[in-house]
């Protein structure tokens, strides 16, 4: 069965980083490209970066300089490292193998005081 399982969220507070991981199981892993999405309350489901089957990364420009993702191909893994937090980037976070249409079930970050 293909699976994406996204842990590593949190509450933190502004300016502090969190690392979210996504664990694929159940297809090739290495063949495909990851990305990250996140919808905020209220709002509908935004691009934040991806990783293609290489090292090639993209990010949405509110995210560039603060975030980084990053893969393990041995791991099965898709690391997304976020830093310098703000209370806009409080969402829940999804990873997607897009070419699968496969998503997992998101992971919620809370930046707050």
């Known amino acids: 069965q293909e699976r994406l399982v996204e842990s590593g969220g949190g509450l933190v507070q502004p300016g502090g980083s969190l690392r979210l991981s996504c664990a694929a199981s159940?297809?090739?892993?290495?063949?495909?490209?990851i990305s990250w999405y996140r919808q905020a309350p209220g709002k509908g489901r935004e691009f934040v970066a991806h990783?293609?089957?290489?090292?090639?990364?993209n990010y949405a420009d509110s995210v560039k300089d603060r975030f980084t993702i990053s893969r393990d191909n041995a791991k099965r893994t898709v690391y997304l490292h976020m830093s310098s937090l703000r209370s806009e980037d409080t969402a829940i976070y999804y990873c997607?193998?897009?070419?699968?249409?496969?998503w997992g079930s998101g992971t919620q970050v809370t930046v707050s005081t």
């Open positions: 997607t193998a897009p070419h699968r249409n496969l």
């Open positions: 159940g297809f090739n892993f290495n063949r495909e490209g």
């Open positions: 990783v293609a089957r290489g090292t090639t990364a």
